[in-house]
C-alpha cells in the first residue's frame, strides 16, 4: 500500500528554467510533509517542509505548494541549476494532535536532471 | 562534523553470516531511525527509538533483524543469517520528538553474496 506516491520517475529540464516535482498522498492522518534530495552513494538531505496548516511554504530557490483537498503536494525550484541533479524524495508524517512525530513515510522519487 | 554517521560506509558479506552496523545521531537528538533503501524505491521504516526505547518496529523487521539503543545515544542494528534480499542501503536518521525533520547518514550499502 504506497501510501506516497511520485508518479513521474524522471524529470529532464534546462537550466534556468522551472522545476516542478509532484507527489500524492492518500493517508488523511498526514499533517507535516518533507522533500529530500539524494546524491547517489549517500543519504537524504533534508530541504524543506511544510505542515498542513499551511498551503506555501519558500526557502530561496526553493517552494513547497500543499493542496490538502486534492492530497497533492509540489516543489517548485526556480531557476534549476545543474547542480539540483538528483533524486527527490517526498515525505510525511501524522503527527494527529500530538506533540511528537514518528516515522517518515517516503513516496518512491524522481529523478530531475538539470541540462546546462 | 557533528551530523549523523554511520559505519562502516560499505559491507560485502556471505550469506548466511550476520552483519552489525553502528550509527552515531546528532548528539541532541532523542530520536533515532533506521531506514532501508533498495534501487528505485524510497527509503522503507525499520524501526525507531526514542531514547533508548524501541517505540516501533515495521513488519519488514523480521526476527533476524534486532536493533538496540543502549544508553539513548549509538545505535546498532544486526542482521542475522543473511540473505540475498538483505542486500540494501540501510539508513540512520535523527531527529527531535517535537520535529518533523528528520537529519540523515550517508548510510551503510550491505551486498550479501
Known amino acids: 500500500d504506497q501510501q506516497v506516491k511520485q508518479n513521474s520517475p524522471s524529470l529532464s529540464v534546462q537550466e534556468g528554467r522551472i522545476s516542478i516535482l509532484n507527489c500524492d498522498y492518500t493517508?488523511?492522518?498526514?499533517?507535516?510533509f518533507l522533500w529530500y534530495k539524494k546524491y547517489p552513494a549517500e543519504g537524504p538531505t533534508f530541504l524543506i517542509s511544510?505542515?498542513?496548516?499551511?498551503d506555501k511554504n519558500e526557502d530561496g530557490r526553493f517552494t513547497v505548494f500543499l493542496n490538502k483537498s486534492a492530497k497533492h503536494l509540489s516543489l517548485h525550484i526556480v531557476p534549476s541549476q545543474p547542480g539540483d541533479s538528483a533524486v527527490y524524495f517526498c515525505a510525511a508524517l501524522a503527527n494527529a494532535g500530538g506533540t511528537s512525530y514518528g516515522k517518515l513515510t517516503f513516496g518512491q522519487g524522481t529523478i530531475l536532471t538539470v541540462h546546462p | 562534523d557533528t551530523g549523523v554517521s554511520q559505519d562502516p560506509r560499505h559491507k560485502i558479506t556471505k550469506r548466511g553470516q550476520n552483519v552489525t552496523f553502528r550509527c552515531d545521531p546528532i548528539?541532541?537528538?532523542?530520536?533515532l531511525y533506521w531506514y532501508r533503501q533498495t534501487l528505485g524505491q524510497g527509503p522503507e521504516f525499520l524501526t525507531y527509538f526514542q531514547n533508548e526505547a524501541q517505540l516501533e518496529k515495521s513488519r519488514l523487521l523480521s526476527d533476524r533483524f534486532s536493533a538496540e539503543r543502549p544508553k539513548g545515544s549509538f545505535s546498532t542494528l544486526e542482521i542475522q543469517r543473511t540473505e540475498q534480499g538483505d542486500s540494501a542501503m540501510y539508513l540512520c536518521a535523527s531527529s527531535l520528538a517535537e520535529k518533523g525533520e528528520a537529519f540523515f547518514g550517508q548510510g551503510t550499502r550491505l551486498t550479501v553474496v
Open positions: 493517508n488523511s492522518m498526514f499533517d507535516y
Open positions: 548528539s541532541e537528538h532523542n530520536r
Open positions: 511544510i505542515s498542513s496548516i499551511k
